[in-house]
């Protein structure tokens, strides 16, 4: 039984497409987008320490999918 539970990881950040989503419309996204790109976005399910060793080389972390809309609004304030 694996002690290292599978996590989704996006490719690129979901916090990354979200922005250039926005720059490119010029105003907020609404939630529907946000979700909308969210759905479509690629990711890939990897072991829990692995999404940490990514995201410390990365530099930053990525929203947390299951709540998408409020961690976006958070960023974005």
């Known amino acids: 039984m694996p002690t290292d539970p599978l996590c989704l990881v ?21 939630e529907d987008e946000v979700c909308a790109i969210r759905d479509q976005a690629t990711c890939v399910a990897v072991p829990f320490s692995t999404a940490l060793e990514m995201e410390g080389k990365r530099g930053y972390a990525d929203i947390v999918v299951e709540d998408c809309w409020s961690e976006w609004r958070k ?3």
């Open 75 to 77: 960023l974005r304030a």
């Open 10 to 30: 996006f490719i690129p950040p979901l916090v990354a497409l979200l922005t250039a989503a926005e720059s490119k419309k010029g105003s907020p996204l609404t």
